[in-house]
């Protein structure tokens, strides 16, 4: 079981990425990088091959499909680090990559709201860094 993870819907299937999954006492819950596919048609799930750069363990973080073709994540949390990195999963091939981006970078956070604004754009707001509740607002141009 996993909480906290992002899901994505892409051609009818849902992505679910990374999320916290319970240990046993005293060791605390961990952080998953995994991703599993839900095929609702087939009742199924499934883990992909993926390739390339991918994303550390986290949980609270944000995940929009873009251009039909790619799943943006940004941002999450693995105990006690909070992150602002964002990485591209590219659906045709399987494989993730680190996304560089320009101009002022979000800080840190996790548990935070994000939204599609168009085929090219797509928007974080608040979250929370770890100390503070945030209520900032970026918008990312892919």
């Not at 399987?94 to 560089?100: G, H, I, Q």
């Not at 979250?127 to 209520?135: F, H, I, M, Q, T």
Request: proline fraction near 8%; glycine fraction near 10%.
């Amino acid at each position: 079981p996993l909480a906290y993870h992002s899901c994505s819907m892409f051609r009818g299937e849902l992505f679910v990425l990374g999320g916290v999954f319970p240990r046993p006492n005293p060791e605390p819950d961990g952080c998953s990088d995994s991703l599993y596919i839900f095929d609702p048609q087939l009742s199924i799930w499934y883990q992909p091959i993926v390739t390339g750069d991918k994303p550390s363990p986290r949980s609270g973080h944000s995940a929009c499909v873009m251009q039909e073709r790619y799943i943006y994540v940004f941002g999450g949390w693995d105990t006690p680090v909070c992150y602002n990195d964002m990485y591209k999963l590219d659906l045709g091939l399987m494989e993730f990559s680190v996304v560089k981006t320009s101009g002022k970078a979000p800080s840190p956070r996790s548990w935070h709201g994000s939204a599609v604004l168009s085929e090219t754009k797509f928007l974080i707001h608040g979250g929370y860094n770890g100390n503070n509740a945030l209520s900032d607002t970026f918008v990312f141009n892919t």
